[in-house]
């Protein structure tokens, strides 16, 4: 089909339960939380791409409140796993993106169609000057494909030409880092040790259960 990514066989990310399950108790979450995210996520694979999106999308945009590192963690930045975020129910927007990018990568999408992206985000309309840092999550359905942004400041998913307010600055996923969002470029080298929290949130992953 026209416009669709072709990639050789690709392995599918995997999570052990019964150290999710671990993990979340160790972090005092409700039990629920990691029932009511495996359910979605079973349902979810069996979904077209563009649903499969949307469901993933407003499922964390509607169950986790926003919320500083300070209030969550007492800390100016600390970046969430999927299951401290489901844990506490709460994250900002590095955390709403992580958990996003964990949950689609475990739904079947192939890691290459996936970019946590940086930017800067002008709040108060087109006019304002002020920006702030932000954290989306892009998906590309091939790499001459527009990306779609996932977001959780608004609800539906929007292409990148649609989101004016968002200056991109660089974007990675666990392949590495990249400069710019171009889907067609490779890596940096030196991999994801060139930006150590995206590292070590990576083997906290891990250690939780994920693949």
Not at 52 to 81: C, G, M, P
Not at 196 to 207: G, K, N
């Amino acid at each position: 089909m026209a416009g669709t990514l072709l990639l050789p066989p690709h392995p599918v990310a995997a999570f052990d339960v019964s150290q999710l399950q671990a993990s979340l108790r160790k972090l005092g979450g409700n039990p629920k939380s990691l029932a009511d995210w495996q359910q979605m996520l079973q349902e979810s694979k069996e979904l077209p791409i563009a649903a499969r999106l949307k469901r993933v999308n407003e499922f964390f945009n509607r169950r986790i409140r926003f919320s500083s590192d300070q209030e969550i963690w007492h800390q100016s930045d600390y970046w969430a796993t999927p299951m401290e975020t489901l844990a506490k129910g709460a994250g900002d927007c590095e955390d709403f993106t992580i958990a996003k990018y964990f949950t689609l990568l475990n739904a079947g999408v192939p890691v290459e169609q996936l970019r946590l992206i940086y930017v800067k985000a002008r709040i108060g309309g087109m006019n304002s000057n002020l920006q702030q840092a932000h954290m989306v999550l892009a998906y590309y359905e091939s790499p001459d494909a527009e990306p779609q942004v996932l977001d959780n400041l608004i609800t539906d998913i929007r292409p990148a030409s649609r989101r004016m307010d968002l200056s991109p600055v660089f974007s990675f996923n666990s392949q590495g880092i990249f400069r710019g969002v171009d889907a067609k470029t490779k890596p940096e080298t030196g991999g994801v040790t060139q930006l150590s929290r995206w590292s070590e949130l990576l083997q906290r992953a891990r250690a939780e259960g994920f693949d």
